[in-house]
């Protein structure tokens, strides 16, 4: 009997863990020790890619580098896609609604900007800070996650629909590619939109509540805006081992 690739036995993981999961509920611990875990060992070759895939090196013809996005699988309860990067290009800051998401850096480095919108203690609920009738920039407190570099064989990172940093951008220091599981994937008609944001330092603006953050801490602060951004991604075949959905 031939040996169960990397990639199916990820899929197969997926499929056990996330059919009980959906909008805001989160794996049990031990089960995303288990996507971890399968996670963790991923290689670049494990996916039918290497080092100089041409995925990872698009260049527009103004120069401009081209991101690429391999589906290798997605259905109402998960997505397993790889996001290919040319060196210097981004994915814009952007949030992940009601989900659970894992990634591992396959290869190369990769700088990642995360955030979590900060919660008022006294109710335990996200806090707006600033009426956007008043304050018209719409402005809205987050607190940094993550601002660091990653290179490969990184552990896999998780963020979690309201912590580990659900509002991220990553940015390619050297071309690299990214292994992505979402649980539940995006959807417009279930409202699980893609949401852009621009953030701002947190001395950018002065709001009711802003003076609560000591200010040696307010360098791990940051106001995020709502934008509309035209950021778009090729997408390319998947010619990796083939997945078995109906096992």
């Known amino acids: 009997m031939p040996e169960t690739s990397p990639v199916q036995r990820l899929f197969n993981t997926c499929k056990e863990v996330f059919a ?3 909008p805001d509920i989160v794996p049990r611990p031990e089960d995303v020790e288990r996507i971890k875990a399968a996670l963790d060992d991923m290689r670049l070759e494990d996916v039918g890619l290497n080092p100089d895939t041409p995925y990872c090196h698009i260049m527009a013809p103004e120069r401009l580098p081209i991101i690429a996005r391999l589906r290798l699988h997605e259905c ?33 480095t990769m700088h990642i900007k995360s955030y979590d919108w900060t ?5 335990g609920t996200s806090a707006v800070l600033g009426n956007p009738q008043i304050q ?5 407190m987050a607190k940094v996650k993550v601002n660091s570099e990653f290179t490969a064989s990184c552990e896999t990172s998780i963020l979690y629909p309201a912590n580990g940093g659900n509002m ?4 390619a220091v050297t071309a690299c590619a990214v292994l992505d599981v979402l ?17 701002f330092p947190f001395t ?9 953050v000591p200010e040696e801490e307010r360098e791990d602060y940051a106001w995020l805006q709502e934008i509309q951004e035209d950021f778009s991604v090729v997408g390319v075949p998947y010619t990796g081992p083939i997945i078995t959905t109906d096992n």
Not at 88 to 108: D, Q, R, W, Y
Not at 119 to 123: F, K, L, N
Not at 204 to 212: K, Q
């Open 20 to 22: 009980a999961c959906g």
């Open 183 to 199: 649980s539940p994937p995006y959807s417009d008609p279930e409202g699980r939109h893609c949401t852009y944001y621009r953030d």
């Open 136 to 140: 018209p920039f719409g402005v809205r």
């Open 119 to 123: 919660v008022d203690r006294s109710s």
């Open 76 to 108: 109402d309860k998960f997505s397993i896609v790889i996001f290919c990067l040319p060196a210097s290009s981004a994915i814009p800051l952007h949030n992940h609604p009601g989900m659970t998401v894992f990634s591992k850096l396959l290869f190369g």
């Open 204 to 212: 950018s603006f002065s709001v009711d509540g802003a003076s609560s």
């Open 168 to 171: 991220h951008r990553l940015t």
